[in-house]
C-alpha cells in the first residue's frame, strides 16, 4: 500500500549538476592575517564555494573537516586549534553569507590575538579563493508521488542529492530542500515525509552518507505513514 495523499501535484523533474570552478577575484593568502584580509572582502560566491560546495567536488577528500579554510588551518598553517574553530561551523544553521563571513572573522580575529607570530605557509600552498558556477541538466528521473521519489530515490547520483536536498536551501525562499518543497504540493499525508527531511542534519555527511541517510529515513517515514493510514481506514 502506497502513501494516500489529500490531492496530486505537479511531477517532479530530477535534475542533476555539475560544478565549473573559476577563480574568485582576490588574491591568494600565504598567512592567517592574509586569509583574514581576504575574507573580509571577497565575494559571498567565495565563501558558498569554500564552505558549502566541497560536499561536491571530487577533488575534496578531509576525511575531518567539510570547509577550505579549516583544511587549509589544519594541513599548511598547522594551527589545530584554529581548524577545530572552523570546521564546527554549521553555514546553513545561519540566516546568510554576510553573517558567515562575520562569524569567520571573528573566530580568524580571536586566533590572531592570541598567537606570538603569524605562521606562514611553504611556498606554493598559498590559499586560493576561488567560486563556482553550477551547471544544471536533466537526470532523466520523473517522480509523479511521494512513493516514487522513495523508490527512485537509490537511483539519484550524489550530484542529484546535493542538488536537490542541499544547494536548494540556497535557491528557494525558506530555504528548504526541493523534495520538501514538491511534497507540500500535495496536501495531507505528506507531513512526516517533510518532518522526516528537516529533522536530517546533513552538513556534515558525505554525499554517500547523505543518500544513504534519506533512503532509510524515507522508508521508515512511509512504514509509519501507511500503518496509520490503515488503521484509519480500517484495513
Not at 36 to 64: G, K, W
Request: some cysteine.
Amino acid at each position: 500500500m502506497g502513501i494516500a495523499t489529500e490531492k496530486t501535484n505537479m511531477p517532479f523533474q530530477v535534475k542533476d549538476c555539475t560544478i565549473i570552478t573559476r577563480m574568485g577575484g582576490v588574491e591568494t593568502a600565504v598567512n592567517l592575517r592574509e586569509m583574514r584580509e581576504r575574507i573580509a572582502v571577497c565575494p559571498v560566491e567565495c565563501l558558498f564555494h569554500h564552505f558549502c560546495e566541497t560536499v561536491v567536488r571530487p577533488t575534496f577528500d578531509d576525511p575531518e573537516f567539510r570547509n577550505d579554510f579549516a583544511v587549509w588551518s589544519a594541513r599548511q598553517l598547522r594551527d589545530r586549534v584554529l581548524a577545530e574553530r572552523l570546521g564546527i561551523i554549521n553555514p546553513y544553521s545561519l540566516d546568510n553569507f554576510e553573517q558567515l563571513r562575520e562569524l569567520v572573522l571573528e573566530i580568524v580575529d580571536e586566533r590572531l590575538s592570541e598567537l606570538v607570530y603569524i605562521p606562514w605557509v611553504p611556498r606554493g600552498r598559498d590559499f586560493r579563493f576561488m567560486r563556482a558556477m553550477t551547471v544544471v541538466f536533466d537526470a532523466g528521473i520523473t517522480l509523479t508521488s511521494p512513493d516514487d521519489l522513495i523508490d527512485q530515490l537509490p537511483n539519484f547520483s550524489h550530484s542529484s542529492i546535493y542538488y536537490h536536498f542541499i544547494e536548494a536551501r540556497r535557491r528557494t525562499p525558506d530555504k528548504s530542500d526541493d523534495f520538501s518543497a514538491w511534497l507540500d504540493g500535495f496536501g495531507s499525508g505528506t507531513e512526516s515525509l517533510k518532518g522526516t527531511l528537516e529533522g536530517i542534519d546533513f552538513y556534515y555527511l558525505t554525499l554517500p552518507d547523505l543518500k544513504k541517510t534519506l533512503m532509510q529515513a524515507l522508508r521508515s517515514a512511509r512504514a509509519e505513514v501507511t500503518d496509520d493510514q490503515q488503521v484509519i481506514s480500517g484495513v
